[in-house]
C-alpha cells in the first residue's frame, strides 16, 4: 500500500471523524509498567480541544466509512454521495505508533461505520487495539466505539484493552430515532451499554478478591447526543442525560450541536447555524447535574423546558428562587454555597476553607474568584456595599447582562444588533 493511498484515506478517515465528539479520555490510570510505549496517566493526555470544543488530542479516525445503515443525520450513511474509505488493521496501528512517536497524538479514538455487520466491524476495532497492547507494547489512551448489535465476548474483549468504550445514543428520543434512523431502536444501545456496565462491575469485584485480575474500560463507558437535528426540547435531552448517567453509570455524555450536512427535509436545512450557544448551555446544566448537588427536576421541568439561551442555568435557578436568597457567606452549607450564581465548587472550596479564620468580605471573595457580578445579588458576607434587596428577578437579569463579559452575551447582542 502506497504512503499516498494511507494518507488518502487519513484525510477520508479522519474528516468523517470529526463529528463525533465523544473523545474525552479522563479518568484513566493506566500506567506504564513494562517500559512499552505511551502512559495515558501522564499529563497532557486528555484534553486538548480546538477552539470550536472539539477534542484533538487523540488520533481521531474511523475504520471506514462505509456503513450498510442510513441514518439521516450521519455523513457517513450509505446513500450519501462522498469518498468512501477503508484501513486495515495493521495499517491503524502502524499510524497510531508512528504520531505517538513523533509526539503528535497521545492516544487513538477509534470509531466506525458499520461495513457488514456489527460483530465483522467490531471484530477489527477489537483487533486494533489488541494489536496496540499486546504487539506494540502501548499505554497510551485507546478509546473505541462501541458497535450496536455486536456479540457480548466481543463486548467484553473490547474492555480488556480500550480505556473507555462508547456508545452513541445520538438522537434523545425514540420518536426521533425513528423519524431519523428507521432501521434503529434504543434497544440496540441500551444492549451494549448494559453489557459494558456489568463488566466494569464484574471485573471490578473480582479484582477485589484476585488482584491480577485485568481492568476493564477503566476510563469507563460515554455517549454522544446530537442537539438540534429532531426538534427535541431541552428538557427532553437532560432527562434522557439523566436516564442514562443514572441506570449506566455513564462517566460522560457529550453534546453535539447538530451540523447541517443534508437537504432531507426531516432536518435543519444546510447553512443553518449549528447551535454552539445551546451546547454550552447543555453542558452547564450536565456539570449542575454531576458536581452541584442540582436535580434534573429544579432546573428543567414542564413550566421551564427550554434553558435561557441569554444566562446560564445556575442564574437561571436563582432568579426563579429569589425566596432561598440572599445566603449568608459565612454561615451557609456546602449545597447552598454551590447554588450561589458566580461560585464555582473551588470557590466554594476555598470558601468553607477560609472562613474558619476569619469572616470572609467582598475582598476576600474577590481574591478568592468569585465573579461578583452574578454573586453579588444573592449572598451577604462581612461587608455591606451592595445592600438593595428589593431588585426583581428581571431587574437583576438585566443588570447582570448589561455588565457581562460573556462571549455569549456579546455573541448574542452583536445577532440582535443585526435585527435592530
Ligand atoms: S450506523 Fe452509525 S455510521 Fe452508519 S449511518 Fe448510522 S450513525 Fe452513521
New binding site residues.
Given amino acids: 500500500m502506497s504512503f499516498e493511498r494511507v494518507q488518502e484515506k487519513l484525510n477520508i478517515l479522519a474528516d468523517a471523524a470529526k463529528y463525533d465528539v465523544s473523545c474525552s479520555s479522563s479518568g484513566s490510570n493506566r500506567t506504564n509498567k513494562n517500559k512499552g510505549l505511551g502512559d495515558a496517566s501522564a499529563s497532557g493526555i486528555c484534553h486538548t480541544y480546538t477552539e470550536d470544543g472539539r477534542c484533538v488530542s487523540l488520533l481521531k479516525i474511523l475504520l471506514t466509512n462505509h456503513?450498510i445503515?442510513?441514518?439521516a443525520y450521519?455523513v457517513?450513511?450509505?446513500s450519501n454521495d462522498i469518498k468512501r474509505a477503508a484501513f486495515k488493521v495493521q495499517e491503524v496501528v502502524d499510524l497510531t505508533i508512528n504520531f505517538y512517536r513523533r509526539n503528535y497524538i497521545e492516544g487513538l479514538f477509534l470509531s466506525s461505520?458499520?461495513f457488514k455487520s456489527a460483530d465483522y466491524t467490531m471484530e477489527r476495532l477489537v483487533a486494533v487495539a489488541k494489536k496496540l497492547r499486546l504487539e506494540e507494547n502501548f499505554n497510551g489512551y485507546i478509546h473505541l466505539k462501541s458497535i450496536p448489535g455486536a456479540s457480548d465476548e466481543l463486548m467484553r474483549e473490547a474492555g480488556l484493552y480500550a480505556d473507555r468504550l462508547s456508545v452513541n445514543i445520538?438522537i434523545p428520543t425514540e420518536k426521533g430515532l425513528k423519524l431519523l434512523?428507521p432501521d434503529k431502536n434504543r434497544a440496540d444501545f441500551i444492549k451494549p451499554m448494559e453489557k459494558v456496565k456489568n463488566e466494569i462491575i464484574l471485573y471490578k469485584n473480582e479484582k477485589k478478591l484476585i488482584k491480577s485480575t485485568p481492568k476493564y474500560a477503566p476510563a469507563g463507558q460515554s455517549t454522544q447526543m446530537i442537539v438540534g437535528a429532531s426538534g427535541e426540547s431541552d428538557m427532553q435531552i437532560m432527562y434522557t442525560s439523566n436516564y442514562f448517567y443514572k441506570n449506566f453509570n455513564l462517566k460522560r455524555v457529550y453534546y453535539s450541536g447538530y451540523v447541517p450536512i443534508s437537504y432531507d427535509t426531516r432536518l435543519p436545512q444546510i447553512g443553518t447555524p449549528v447551535p454552539m450557544l445551546r451546547e454550552n448551555r447543555l453542558y452547564q446544566t450536565d456539570w449542575l447535574l454531576r458536581f452541584y448537588g442540582f436535580n434534573i427536576e429544579e432546573i428543567l421541568n414542564e413550566q421551564n423546558q427550554s434553558l435561557d439561551l441569554d444566562i446560564d442555568p445556575k442564574l437561571g435557578w436563582a432568579l426563579r428562587n429569589l425566596h432561598e436568597f440572599p445566603v449568608d457567606i459565612n454561615k451557609a452549607d456546602k449545597r447552598m454555597l454551590a447554588r450561589i450564581p458566580g461560585l464555582g465548587m473551588k470557590s466554594v472550596f476555598k470558601i468553607l476553607n477560609a472562613r474558619r479564620y476569619r469572616q470572609l468580605n467582598w475582598d476576600h471573595l474577590k481574591s478568592i474568584g468569585v465573579a461578583l457580578n452574578r454573586a453579588q445579588y444573592f449572598i451577604v458576607c462581612a461587608s455591606n456595599q451592595f445592600e438593595r434587596r428589593d431588585l426583581t428577578s428581571e431587574k437583576i437579569k438585566g443588570l447582570i447582562l448589561q455588565n457581562s463579559k460573556s462571549k455569549y452575551t456579546a455573541m448574542l447582542s452583536n445577532q440582535l444588533n443585526l435585527f435592530g
Fill in positions: 456503513c445503515f442510513d441514518c450521519c457517513t450513511r450509505k461505520g458499520i445520538e434512523a
